[in-house]
């Protein structure tokens, strides 16, 4: 059985950074492409970060680009995001998805306030 597990969430202040993790199991993390979600109170979900098959390539949506960064360890078989410079707006519940299996885990939150 598919299952996505994200953590690292937490509050930081502007300016500062956090790592996120998503433990995959029931499946080879390292052979799919991962992607990072965000969803802000009263907003839409919004694709953040994308890594594809083997981690061969990497994007990011603009308001976020240049400052996250997206990557996976193999042997851990987690997906992280690094997530440097945040601002008040990065405030949501990240989320990660394995588009192959449709899968999503339950979210972390993450809250950027001074």
């Known amino acids: 059985q598919v299952q996505l597990v994200e953590s690292g969430g937490g509050l930081v202040q502007p300016g500062g950074s956090l790592r996120l993790s998503c433990a995959a199991s029931?499946?080879?993390?390292?052979?799919?492409?991962m992607k990072w979600y965000r969803q802000a109170p009263g907003k839409e979900r919004e694709l953040v970060a994308g890594?594809?098959?083997?981690?061969?390539?990497?994007s990011y949506g603009d308001s976020v680009n240049g400052r996250f960064s997206i990557s996976r360890d193999t042997t851990k078989n987690t997906v992280y995001l690094q997530m440097n410079r945040l601002k008040p707006d990065d405030t949501a519940v990240y989320y990660c998805?394995?588009?192959?299996?449709?899968?999503w885990g339950q979210g972390t939150q993450v809250t950027v306030s001074s």
């Open positions: 029931g499946f080879t993390s390292r052979i799919y492409a």
């Open positions: 998805n394995l588009p192959f299996y449709d899968s």
């Open positions: 890594i594809s098959v083997a981690g061969v390539s990497t």
